[in-house]
């Protein structure tokens, strides 16, 4: 099946820098990467996407870029502040069985950023 | 409205009971899920629903039973529960994948679990 490796698992930074967490996945099907954010005792909420055909997506201070043929893609986040603070899961959409797809997690990075 | 709601917020259940989570959104989709999270891991996911039919159980034990009533709601069925089974327990809603171009998976709130 699908496999998904995020590193780090740990990151601090200081407010105002910049924080790069990459992904690897191993399906080439896959064609379909989302991040999310998830703050302590709440929901994983989308932050950003990028579908296969596109390289790079950006949305404020926050994007991702794909590399198709080497098969990662990687989440930054520049200007950072001690409200980005979370735990951070890119995901891959898997084929799983006839029509069906569902996204696979990477084990997830606990971003800290210092004031 | 853009929200997937779950009930209730927390339930602590001892081994022999039976209770239910519930999940509802609003948003259109026709497809909908269960994940388990434990501290610390990624979601996991339990079951998949697609136009109010199963369409993934991840090998999930039969103590966990899923229902979708509707298109709008979502059940999960517990019984016989064990110690280990303590998590979070989210629902998420999107458009099916197949043929979406609009991929989005909108999580609830979650239900934190505990098995005593």
């Known amino acids: 099946g699908e496999n998904v490796e995020q590193h780090p698992s740990t990151l601090s930074v200081q407010e105002g820098d910049s924080a790069v967490i990459k992904c690897t996945y191993s399906?080439?099907?896959?064609?379909?990467f989302p991040w999310y954010k998830q703050e302590l005792g709440k929901r994983p909420q989308l932050i950003i996407d990028?579908?296969?055909?596109?390289g790079e997506k950006k949305d404020q201070r926050i994007a991702v870029t794909l590399n198709k043929t080497a098969k990662h893609f990687s989440l930054h986040i520049t200007e950072t502040q001690p409200e980005d603070s979370a735990v951070y899961f890119c995901?891959?959409?898997?084929?799983?069985?006839?029509?069906?797809?569902?996204?696979?997690f990477g084990k997830g990075t606990l971003l800290t950023v210092n004031p | 409205d853009t929200e997937v709601t779950q009930t209730p917020k927390h339930l602590v259940m001892g081994m022999t009971n039976k209770k239910s989570l519930k999940c509802e959104q609003h948003m259109g989709h026709r497809a909908m899920y269960w994940y388990k999270q434990k501290a610390k891991k990624p979601p996991e996911l339990m079951f998949v629903y697609s136009y109010e039919k199963l369409s993934i159980n991840e090998s999930v034990p039969s103590r966990f039973s899923p229902e979708c009533p509707n298109s709008s709601l979502l059940n999960l069925h517990l019984h016989a529960l064990q110690p280990e089974d303590s998590a979070l327990y989210l629902c998420a809603s999107s458009q099916p994948f197949r043929g979406a171009t609009n991929n989005e998976q909108f999580f609830g709130p979650g239900t934190r679990l505990t098995v005593l």
């Open positions: 990028i579908r296969s055909n596109v």
């Open positions: 399906d080439s099907a896959s064609n379909y």
């Open positions: 995901a891959a959409r898997v084929r799983s069985g006839g029509s069906n797809y569902k996204l696979t």
